[in-house]
């Protein structure tokens, strides 16, 4: 299975991987929260009450702190089927430590 998205300026390919679009902020914070994630950044998918592994991947190649941007992220861990829809809001982790939310905007290889 070979599923794409136009996540803006490029079009991202995942194989095999469930994946959502979604639009993600960067909350600022203090000195351990990131001025800025870089497209491939691995991060934890929190819902539910539960984080899954994942990596994000972002139109700009990166997402700043106070910015929001569409997020392409692929799910690397846990069963979604069915569990993520469309509008669900997550919150985005390095750790225990929250580092940003966002809102589902399309799922992918999950139906």
Not at 38 to 59: C, E, I, K, N, V
Not at 64 to 85: E, K, M, P, T
């Amino acid at each position: 299975m070979r599923e794409a998205a136009d996540i803006g300026s490029g079009v991202f390919v995942a194989e095999r991987q469930p994946w959502v679009v979604a639009l993600v902020t960067l909350m600022p914070g203090g000195p351990a929260t990131p001025d800025s994630l870089s497209s491939g950044w691995r991060g934890l998918f929190h819902y539910a009450g539960q984080d899954f592994r994942a990596d994000y991947w972002f139109p700009n190649e990166r997402l700043d702190c106070n910015d929001s941007s569409i997020a392409c992220i692929v799910l690397r861990s846990g069963q979604h089927r069915d569990a993520i829809i469309k509008g669900m809001p997550f919150v985005v982790r390095d750790g225990a430590l929250v580092i940003g939310y966002g809102v589902v905007t399309a799922v992918a290889g999950l139906q």
